[in-house]
């Protein structure tokens, strides 16, 4: 079955860029989404098809995929950012989430 | 968007069986695919099971197929997962989410019911 990884945890300071990836197998062939989970919340998708952002959700979020990595940027990351971020691909009728990576904003 | 009510979960033991509902409000309930999703305790995100909007289509991750059903009722709004043979491992908070047009994401989850497994 396809898996995708992240890595567990990145630290950033306000103002700086974030960059979470996800990692699997010829990942640029498909379509990945991102969620952000704040503590004790449901999970809040804020990009989709690699790159393009559901209403609401602030252009300082960003996404890209080619190769074997896809990769959600934030830009100029603030306070309320921090959080679990997931990425998510399909494959074969079956849904994968990667593993999540935790956002602290220090 | 449409929102999702999960219930049923509670403190269960290993072998036993149990089912959860979803119940979604609006009148496009019917009209669209439905998934449920769980996490386990301090864990990632864990796809479960894919209906159809018509209840033509179920998928099944590999780690419930064959144990886990998934069903739904448009008459009533309500989405269903039977979980039956219940194991430690299935304690997780387990989510109904729609999906989006695409239907390879999810743009709309519940708040979620906790299964707790244990004897």
């Not at chain 1, 699997?24 to 098809?49: C, E, F, H, M, T």
């Not at chain 2, 989006?100 to 004897?119: M, R």
Request: hydrophobic share 30%; proline share 4%; with cysteine.
């Amino acid at each position: 079955s396809y898996e995708v990884t992240q890595s567990p945890s990145l630290s950033v300071s306000p103002g700086q860029t974030a960059s979470i990836s996800c990692f699997g197998d010829k990942l640029g062939n498909k379509r990945v989404g991102w969620y952000q989970q704040k503590a004790g919340q449901s999970p809040l998708l804020v990009i989709y098809q690699d790159n393009r952002r559901p209403s609401g959700i602030p252009e300082r979020f960003s996404g890209s995929n080619s190769g074997n990595t896809a990769t959600l940027t934030i830009s100029g990351t603030q306070a309320m950012d921090e959080a679990d971020y997931y990425c998510q691909t399909w494959d074969s009728s079956h849904w994968v989430f990667g593993g999540g990576t935790r956002l602290t904003v220090l | 968007q449409v929102q999702l009510v999960e219930s049923g979960g509670g403190v269960f033991q290993p072998g036993r069986s149990l089912r959860l509902s979803c119940e979604g409000s609006g009148f496009t309930f019917s009209s669209y695919g439905k998934h449920w999703v769980r996490q386990a305790p301090g864990k990632g995100l864990e796809w479960v099971a894919f209906i159809s909007y018509d209840g033509s289509k179920k998928y099944y991750a590999d780690s419930v197929k064959g144990r886990f059903t998934i069903s739904r009722d448009n008459s009533k709004n309500t989405l269903s997962l039977q979980m039956n043979s219940l194991r430690v491992d299935d304690t997780a908070m387990y989510y109904c989410a729609d999906p989006d047009f695409s239907n390879y994401y999810f743009d709309n989850w519940g708040q979620g019911t906790l299964v707790t497994v244990s004897s």
